[in-house]
């Protein structure tokens, strides 16, 4: 079955910190992924995707994601947080009919 | 080019009873898809319309329907509502097989509450 697993429930990090949210698939074929942010209360926003090519991609407010294949892998990153970041960050995977099956988030908060 | 909108944002029945959520799609896009995010989840997969038809449908019972009319805006219908329906529901249109295939534009929701 098609699924997308999040470690990390939570992960706290301090402003001005590094961030790592981990994602790992179990498709069939490599899927197309992506990465969701929401807010409390809001809908979801594309922070990245990666179709095909390189492994590295660069997505919206800072954000960029390396996929590793060998891994079944997609690491969300961000060099710098800031306060504003702090939200629910979903994995997803896309395989046909574009149909996405999302990981469970990973809560992110910023302290001072 | 307008966003993808739902309506209402929020509701609450009482169980039994039916619900409907409505979905205007993004000016070019065909095809809209609605997902269930129940509290402190992922969203779900409820199913997909592609041009009036039904075109994929996830673990779901049959009291989940819906719509797609030629404007392409959609309406999912719940029947006979139990407690664990209360959750946001969420729309996302897209342009299948077209240009931007791959990418969903999601909505904020309508988050439903049942008693």
């Known amino acids: 079955a098609q699924s997308v697993t999040q470690p990390d429930i939570h992960i706290t990090v301090s402003e001005g910190a590094s961030l790592e949210l981990r994602c790992n698939y179990s498709y069939g074929a490599t899927p197309y992924l992506f990465w969701y942010v929401q807010s409390p209360g809001q809908g979801l926003q594309l922070l990245l995707k990666?179709?095909?090519?390189?492994?590295l991609v660069q997505g919206i407010k800072g954000f960029e994601a390396e996929f590793k294949r060998s891994q079944s892998s997609f690491k969300l990153r961000k060099p710098s947080v800031h306060w504003s970041d702090a939200a629910e960050y979903f994995c997803?995977?896309?395989?046909?009919?574009?149909?996405?099956?999302f990981g469970t988030g990973t809560r992110l908060t910023i302290i001072p | 080019e307008t966003g993808v909108t739902q309506s209402p944002t929020h509701l609450i029945k009482t169980r039994g009873q039916q619900v409907t959520l409505r979905c205007s799609s993004q000016s070019g896009h065909n095809t809209v898809s609605w997902y269930q995010q129940a509290l402190g989840q992922g969203p779900q997969f409820i199913f997909q319309y592609y041009r009036e038809e039904e075109n994929g449908r996830g673990n779901f019972p049959p009291r989940f329907s819906g719509l797609q009319f030629p404007n392409y805006s959609s309406e999912l219908n719940v029947n006979a509502l139990e407690l664990d329906d209360s959750a946001l529901y969420l729309c996302?249109?897209?342009?299948?097989?077209?240009?931007?295939?791959?990418?969903?534009?999601f909505g904020e929701g309508s988050r439903l509450t049942v008693l």
């Open positions: 997803a995977a896309m395989g046909g009919n574009e149909k996405l099956t």
């Open positions: 996302a249109s897209s342009d299948l097989y077209g240009s931007g295939a791959g990418e969903l534009f």
């Open positions: 990666y179709f095909s090519g390189d492994t």
